[in-house]
């Protein structure tokens, strides 16, 4: 099975700050990648993924991910960060014919 | 679009009680999904469903059961509420054709709290 840690619970980043928040997978097979955000009180969105082809990946809001596959890692990123960016972010692996798995989050808040 | 509704969004329930929280999806979506969600622990798989008639278990589906009787409708019942169970819960669908994972779509959200 797939399995993914997020290497940071919390990130704080004063506003028009670059952010770079940090996930580690792990897997036998060859995996999908994804980074979902979770606004206050509701459900999760996709920023961005990754199936195949090219190892950048730019999502919504400005967001973009590098999967790094001798590092095992799918680190997202954004230039410059604003106010309506703080939420909690979550990185998910899963493969063909799998579930799709979780990391425990990071909560990014983005101060003036 | 609905996408993914779930109800209700609110719960409180005493220990020993038992309820359904209820999923339907509007997109005809093979796959469909319950999490549970956890200060510090993200989200965690319960059980799945790969389509109408097949559900399996997930990471911990101890205190619960589900049914797919139809490609819409996912709702997942505890059978008798404990404060463990106390947290917030999503379904989530998506098409799950066995060569590729596709975004999965979430609901809302039921903030479940078991007294």
């Known amino acids: 099975a797939q399995s993914v840690t997020q290497l940071d619970s919390q990130v704080p980043v004063f506003e028009e700050a670059p952010v770079e928040l940090r996930c580690n997978y792990s897997?036998?097979?060859?995996?999908?990648l994804f980074w979902y955000v979770q606004y206050p009180n509701q459900g999760l969105q996709l920023l961005l993924k990754?199936?195949?082809?090219?190892?950048l990946v730019k999502g919504i809001n400005g967001f973009e991910a590098e999967f790094n596959k001798s590092q095992t890692s799918f680190h997202l990123r954004k230039p410059s960060v604003h106010i309506s960016d703080t939420a909690e972010y979550f990185c998910?692996?899963?493969?063909?014919?799998?579930?799709?798995?979780f990391g425990a989050g990071t909560r990014l808040t983005v101060k003036p | 679009n609905a996408g993914v509704t779930q109800t209700p969004k609110f719960q409180v329930l005493k220990t020993g009680q038992s309820m359904t929280l209820q999923c339907a999806q509007d997109?005809?979506?093979?796959?469909m999904s319950w999490y549970r969600q956890d200060p510090g622990m993200g989200l965690r798989l319960i059980h799945y469903?790969?389509?109408?008639?097949?559900?399996d278990q997930g990471e911990v589906p101890n205190g619960y059961n589900v049914s797919r009787s139809t490609t819409e409708d996912f709702p997942l019942r505890l059978l008798s509420a404990a404060p463990s169970q106390t947290s917030v819960y999503f379904c989530?669908?998506?098409?799950?054709?066995?060569?590729?994972?596709?975004?999965?779509?979430f609901g809302q959200g039921t903030r479940l709290t078991v007294v």
């Open positions: 989530a669908s998506s098409y799950f054709p066995t060569s590729r994972h596709t975004e999965a779509f």
């Open positions: 897997s036998s097979v060859s995996v999908y």
């Open positions: 990754y199936l195949s082809g090219s190892t």
């Open positions: 998910a692996v899963s493969a063909p014919g799998n579930d799709m798995r």
């Open positions: 997109m005809n979506h093979e796959y």
């Open positions: 469903s790969v389509g109408a008639g097949i559900t």
